[in-house]
Structures are given as C-alpha cells and as structure tokens.
C-alpha cells in the first residue's frame, strides 16, 4: 500500500528521506530495510508499507489532530508500522517553528490563589522539600501520547497529583510538561496537576511551541516564585529544542533568596548538552544566588569532566552520591538520568527515588536545609 501524507510545506523543507527511515528503523521493529520513503511534491510525502492495512489508523489520526491530510494512492501488499513510528511523523507534522532560533520562548504563569492549602507549616521551618520529574507528556510509562485517549492522559496526571499531595514537597519541577497540545488532550497538564495538587503557583517555559503543540519545563511551589525566566536552548536538529525554567524563591523561615531552576537537555548528543549548560552556566552567574538545578540532564556521572561534573564544578554544586549504583531514575535503559543538584550552601537530609510508575522516568525528592 502508498500512503499520501500531504502537510505544510515549511515542514518538508527540513525532512530528508534518511531521517525518515532510520527514524522509523529505530522505533520500529516491523519497519524493515525494504521500506521506501518517496518525496511527492513540495507539500506531501509518499510512504510504502508492507504489512498489514493502517489507512483506517492514519485517517483516524487525520481527523482527529487535523494535522496533515491522508489518501491512499495506490494498494499493494498490505503493510503495518509501529504506533511510535505513526507518532514520530505526526510530532513532525505539528512543530513549524522546531528549529526557530529564539533563545527566550514565552512563558506562562498561573496563580491559583483560590486553592485552599495551608502554608504556615512551610513558612515555620527552615527546611524545603524539592521534587523533579520528567511528566512525558501525561502518558506515563505507555505507548506515544497521541494515542492516549483524553480520559487516559488526566487519569495519569491525577496519578502524579496524588503521589504530589501525599509527599507534599514545597517546590516541583517538571520537564516535558505539556500546555494546550492536539497530541495530549488539548489542556494545561501544568495548571491541571497545580489544582489537583493544590499548588498555588506555577511557571511554565514553552521551549517547543508549533501548530497545535506546546511543551517545555516547570516549577510548582506554595512559595511565591519570583523573577521568571524561560531559556530555550540553541537549535539542535533533528532533536528537539530543550531549555529551562529558572525563579527565585524566599528560603522558608529566612530572607535568603534562592534560585530554582528546571532543566531539560538534550537525549541524544554529549556535544548539544555541553553547550546547552554553557547557556545556563551564563544566565545563571548574572543572578548570584544559591543554587537548586533539578530536571533531566538525560546523562550520568561519570568523571568530573563528564557534563554533568562539568556544570557542577562550574557552578561550584554538589549532588547526592553522584556515582551511586542504587539510584536509577530511568527504567528503561537503567541508567541514573534525573538529578538534583545544589549550591555549597545547602545540603541535603534526605534523598530518594520514587517507586511509584508516574512516567517512563522515577521521580526524585529530596529535604534539604542550610549547611
């Protein structure tokens, strides 16, 4: 079977018949070699498949995001792909400005004041309890958002809500956190697990920003999160854009101003993320305040020269038993990919890896206090 995708032509100006077998290749055990990838005109491409007959699949998609429009242009042996793979073309098909080379993206602020959450506990100690998780787009730990029913993705927000309330940490920070999306449910997942959480305030950087998409970085807090600013790292194709979202946050108890940030780098290359850090390490030194980074640094420690040791050194930070064996945060692979790390002027009292299933990556709490 051909299969006639047809979408907008800025899209097709940067996808390349190679990128799109091996993207499928890797995702996909059922897409073999034999697979042939043919360029139609300037606004569609043809795919051939081979087993198995997905026009109904692909024009269910179709309708459902009117993203891109489908035919079938010619029935020869039937074929069928991977949903992942599916999903891949379709993120494609909803990212026109992936590439856009603007350092500072928009960012979105939501105070939920209505929320009825008690915060003198917080504000009568000295101590704060920080959280990070990487969100994936509401799905968990199952197959590609877009085919995730509505009801499905709020079910698995609410998850993390409840994990959320019943750990209560002061501050949250989140990667891959979804604002209104046709491939998520077309709704803030932010301001959504703020309310079912009952966080008063939140920050929401747009790193990634298309027809119908939105995603990036965010903090949650019960403390007022002061001085926003959302980075958008450098173009890095064929990867997505990355970033960080940085506010300031009065100690519990004290004067003291901190920063806050929640960060994101890039999967795929040691190169992008050295010099996505060099970016933060430049933002960062012009604020002078103590230090809490927590995200998804999609890499491990390895030596001090390693990028993560780098950004640490750099930014004179520490982390917790940073070449552990018992702490991974990425199933998957099991590999410890999400950290938090501090300034010299903090430590931490406690430290632990979720075991609750809330994301393909485990999340990560920690108490600290002033050293």
Same mark, same amino acid.
């Given at each position: ?22 993207? %499928? $290749? ?15 005109? =300037? ?28 035919? %079938? #242009?010619?029935?020869?042996?039937? @074929? ?35 929320? &009825? ?47 959320? $309330? ?9 990667? =891959? ?21 009952? +966080?008063? +305030? ?12 939105? +995603? ?28 960080? @979202? ?25 190169? @992008?993320?050295?010099?996505?850090? &060099? ?13 809490? #980074?927590?995200?998804?640094?999609? %890499? ?22 940073? =070449?552990?064996? &018992? ?14 790390? #501090?300034?010299?002027?903090? =430590? ?24």
């Amino acid at each position: 079977m051909v299969i006639q995708l047809s979408f907008p032509a800025e899209i097709t100006s940067f996808i390349t018949i190679p990128v799109w077998h091996r993207m %499928c $290749e890797t995702l996909s055990t059922k897409v073999t070699k034999r697979n042939k990838w043919h360029p139609k005109n =300037e606004s569609a491409i043809c795919i051939i498949f081979e087993t198995g007959d997905i026009l109904k699949l692909i024009k269910k998609i179709s309708n459902r995001t009117r993203l891109f429009t489908v035919k %079938c #242009i010619e029935r020869s042996r039937l @074929v069928t792909i991977a949903l992942t793979t599916l999903g891949v073309i379709v993120k494609l098909f909803m990212i026109s400005d992936m590439f856009d080379d603007r350092e500072t993206r928009p960012i979105t602020l939501t105070d939920t004041t209505d929320i &009825d959450k008690e915060k003198s506990n917080i504000l009568s100690r000295n101590s704060l309890k920080v959280m990070t998780l990487n969100a994936a787009h509401g799905r968990k730990d199952g197959r590609h958002q877009i085919f995730q029913k509505n009801t499905s993705i709020k079910s698995n927000l609410n998850d993390i809500a409840t994990v959320l $309330e019943q750990g209560n940490p002061d501050v949250i920070a989140l990667q =891959e956190a979804d604002g209104p999306s046709a491939w998520s449910g077309n709704f803030d997942h932010v301001e959504y697990l703020a309310r079912k959480a009952k +966080y008063i +305030y939140s920050v929401r950087g747009e790193h990634v920003k298309g027809k119908k998409l939105d +995603y990036g970085t965010a903090l949650l807090s019960n403390l007022p999160l002061n001085t926003p600013v959302s980075i958008t790292f450098a173009p890095s194709p064929p990867t997505f854009s990355k970033g960080a @979202v940085i506010c300031s946050i009065n100690w519990p108890g004290t004067d003291m101003k901190i920063d806050i940030v929640s960060l994101h780098l890039d999967f795929a290359r040691k190169s @992008v993320r050295r010099k996505q850090i &060099d970016k933060l390490v430049e933002k960062l030194t012009q604020r002078e305040r103590p230090l809490i #980074i927590m995200g998804d640094f999609n %890499c491990e420690w390895k030596d001090k020269k390693s990028t993560l040791g780098t950004l640490m050194n750099t930014l004179n930070l520490k982390a917790y038993r940073p =070449e552990a064996k &018992d702490m991974k945060t990425f199933p998957k692979t099991g590999k410890r990919l999400d950290w938090i790390l #501090i300034s010299e002027e903090l =430590e931490f009292s406690t430290y632990n890896v979720f075991e609750d299933t809330m994301s393909d990556h485990l999340g990560v709490v920690s108490d600290l206090r002033i050293a």
